[in-house]
């Protein structure tokens, strides 16, 4: 006779993204912003770019989506850079 | 007239040339906009990261004072290049100067301008894209301008040096392109 078998289950809850979110603001140069995206987020310049119109034009984006510690370190370097930065949770 | 323009030499340095008063003035004031930011400028400056409180306290005592310190050594590095202004033309009617930013220095260049473009448009309320752009009153041959509207001029006139850092100070795989929608080398508001 064999013994029941106990079967274990794990469940793990990821933690939920955060999102990165630059804010528009009427002084800082458009190309600075574009400039900014892509040495940070090493972004092509297209995205850059688009990401920027975006903030521009909505007024916010989304740039970057991702784990907390890492996304605090991209607002670091935002504001490193004086873009309004913030993040949140999805 | 030539506008003051922006070179980037064989050794990486940036070689500003032709500045008029209007952007001497301009530069020297950036030192004391960005020594002890406070009120709005400082809220600009060093904004929240978050709406949760604690992270907003964890974030005042454990990232602000770098943020602070790296503000502090691009001042300091314009600074010293600041001590370089040279007059091209002393006896001519305009004077106009020259300043050469060594190249490791550029960046704490544009990054310091940025900020003191921030800090001004902080303390006098720019609050839109339409701020940016005063209507100038001219009475009996001159312009007229009050305190908040120099201001803006200064904005403006540090915004067209940093602009130019960017698109060619910058090396040539660096410097990100002028689009269309800008109108140019650098429109403001984004």
Redesign the interface.
Known sequence: MTEPQVLEETQVRLAPPWNVIVW????????????VF??IFGYP?EK??AL??E??TKGRSIVWTGAREQA?TY??KL????L?????TT | MMFPRVTRRPDGAAAIEGLFPLHVEALVEVPELLEKPEGEAHRRLFPEPSDDAKHREDWERLVRPELFALLASARDILVRDLKGLEPTTPFGPVPRWNVTVPAQHVNAWISALNAARLALGARHGVSTEQDLRPELVEKDGRIEMDERTFAIVKINVLAELQALLILEGLPEGERPPASEEEEGSGEEGA
């Open positions: 528009n603001d009427p002084i800082t140069l458009m190309v600075y912003v574009t400039m892509q040495r310049v850059s770019h920027m119109m903030v521009h605090e607002v670091q504001h490193a850079a004086q309004l930065a913030t993040m949140e």
